[in-house]
């Protein structure tokens, strides 16, 4: 067995499930939950966590999100290529080219500025704290501002775009892939369930590059702990995935703001009481 324990995988996948998808920040919560609770002072867990135990929780939520939306990647896939060999025009067809476009740019800035930073940023919890509640407050003027113009089938090349390339700033904890991608969806007037689709299945193509590039690069393993934190991700995922897009159809983001405004304030009183 790992260094990570089959409990600490277990809360782990749980809290990866619930951050990835609700705009609060995966990375934040992944590298400040150790840290708060001492599990950082472990030399042979953040050896573990660093090393692929991240990206193995990833895993799981591209499980997830590739089972839910199975019958739409379907559809997307058999659209694009269609569009290309048959020259038929689709909804499904343009989404897939969309898709691919918005992912690019956001995935390559994304990677460039993790690979040079992450080794400041994983630890600056201040900044994190400070980052959750900036984003907080945005994503909440944003949300309630912003009048819904367009759904999920017809948004625009500039739209789809602009919503991947913000991925980018993903790179820093406390933003949030999934918060900053709703906050510019909810900006370019796309209504609240259609921007949280869109943002879910932009997750797919980044996170399997990721997880690709670490089984290549033989950086990736898997013990117990390893499957139950995928497994636990996967099916808690699921669940997550199903209440936020039913919860979007009459519900607003204001609910997420504030708990990050919130965790945002705990933390800096963490900081300094143990500074």
């Known amino acids: 067995m790992g260094a990570i324990t089959i409990w600490q995988a277990i809360i782990l996948g749980i809290v990866q499930a619930l951050t990835e998808f ?29 090393g692929s135990f991240d990206v193995a929780l990833h895993v ?28 038929e025009k689709t909804t499904e067809g343009r989404m897939f080219w969309y898709l691919v476009a918005a992912t690019i740019p956001g995935g390559i800035l994304g990677l460039l500025a993790d690979k040079f930073l992450e080794e400041y940023l994983k630890t600056a919890y ?90 290549v690069s033989g950086a990736f393993t898997i013990n117990l702990s390893f499957a139950i934190g995928i497994l636990t991700s996967f099916i808690v995922g699921l669940f997550i995935i199903k209440f936020l897009l039913d919860y979007l159809k009459k519900g607003s983001f204001k609910l997420f ?7 945002g304030i705990l933390v800096i009183g963490i900081y300094i009481s143990r500074i």
């Not at 659209?79 to 020259?87: E, L, S, T, Y």
């Open 22 to 50: 609700l705009p609060i920040s995966s990375s934040a919560h992944l590298n400040l939950i150790p840290w708060i609770v001492g599990w950082t002072q472990n030399l042979n867990f953040m050896q573990e966590f660093e």
């Open 60 to 87: 799981g939520t591209l499980l997830a999100i590739l089972i839910f939306f199975f019958k739409d990647w379907i559809s997307l896939i058999k659209g694009g290529f269609n569009q290309v060999v048959k020259k």
């Open 126 to 215: 201040l900044l994190m704290a400070i980052v959750l509640i900036v984003m907080g407050i945005i994503l909440y003027i944003v949300d309630k501002k912003c009048k819904s113009k367009t759904d999920y089938e017809h948004m625009s090349f500039k739209q789809t775009f602009l919503i991947g390339l913000s991925q980018a700033l993903a790179f820093i904890p406390g933003v949030s892939r999934s918060g900053i991608t709703m906050t510019t969806g909810r900006l370019m007037g796309v209504d609240r369930e259609s921007t949280a689709k869109y943002s879910f299945m932009l997750a797919a193509p980044i996170t399997f590059g990721a997880a690709l590039y670490k089984l």
């Open 257 to 263: 703001a504030i708990y990050r405004v919130i965790i």
